[in-house]
């Protein structure tokens, strides 16, 4: 980081101190906090720091994948550590596959493309909104029996609308399409009106 002037501040997890740690050192943990706009020199960073003639274990793991599961590593680079990826890219060279950096970037920007504009399980986004307009409609009544459900379709709603997630580069974006989004503003009206309708005929209901 000092080499690359980039600017940085180590948390030692010191307050979550576990006894273990004393004959385990491999569970200390730290981390690096950085500014978004320094993300891509980072990575750079480490990534040249283990380009720089390290070298593969024989029996190492990664040997027993098929150059698509090793491409997959390269594409997916976010999801795996820096040595596995550097990895990945010295087996493929060694089976006479080199990847350019240019088809590097190509898959790097790729990857932030469909973290940007698709879902990794659309199924379980898909079922988080059904669940938010049952809940929107029927939360009130369920609440009878555990009152928690009263604000069950309220976070649900908020989730849509707030959630975000950060990209490898370090750029934050909303967690759910804006299409999407549209349920969550839909979902908390539903539950506003709902609400109002189940108590006023539960009340008029006892009265």
Not at 53 to 63: Q, S, T, V
Not at 85 to 91: G, L, S, T, W
Not at 93 to 118: I, P, T
């Amino acid at each position: 980081m000092d080499q690359h002037s980039i600017v940085y501040r180590i948390i030692d997890n010191e307050k979550d101190f576990d006894p273990s740690f004393v004959n385990n050192p491999g569970k200390l943990q730290y981390q690096i906090l950085i500014s978004d706009m320094d993300f891509e020199m980072a990575n750079q960073a480490v990534s040249d720091y283990y380009a720089a003639g390290f070298e593969i274990p024989e029996d190492y793991y990664l040997y027993d994948y098929s150059d698509a599961e090793l491409k997959e590593i390269l594409f997916k680079r976010d999801e795996w550590n820096e040595f596995d990826y550097e990895a990945a890219k010295k087996i493929l060279q060694e089976r006479g596959q080199n990847v350019s950096e240019q088809e590097l970037q190509r898959l790097h920007q790729a990857r932030l493309d469909s973290l940007k504009n698709e879902y990794e399980n659309p199924e379980e986004v898909g079922n988080y909104i059904i669940v938010g307009y049952i809940l929107a409609v029927t939360g009130c009544i369920l609440s009878l029996a555990w009152g928690l459900l009263l604000l069950a379709s309220y976070g649900i709603a908020i989730a849509i609308l707030t959630l975000r997630k950060q990209l490898p580069n370090g750029e934050r974006i909303y967690y759910f399409k804006e299409s999407d989004r549209k349920y969550g503003t839909r979902i908390l009206w539903i539950s506003i009106v709902f609400t109002i309708f189940w108590t006023v005929f539960i009340f008029a209901i006892k009265n």
